[in-house]
């Protein structure tokens, strides 16, 4: 997921306020609730495989192997 994708249904929701009923509301804000928790998710995993991999440089310069 990225920025896009959130922003799209934040908008949608705004849209749907007044004409939609609280349930499909809900449902429409869990939805985009799971979709920043999968992007922080994904952020996560991407700065500890960068951590990772600068450790394995590090080493790799030193001539040694984790």
Do not use: W
């Amino acid at each position: 997921m990225n920025l896009t994708v959130l922003l799209r249904k934040l908008i949608a929701i705004e849209h749907m306020i007044g004409k939609a009923d609280a349930d499909t509301l809900r449902n429409l804000l869990y939805d985009a609730e799971d979709c920043l928790i999968q992007m922080q998710s994904a952020q996560g995993r991407s700065f500890f495989r960068e951590a990772l991999n600068q450790e394995d440089a590090q080493f790799e310069l030193l001539g040694e192997r984790p």
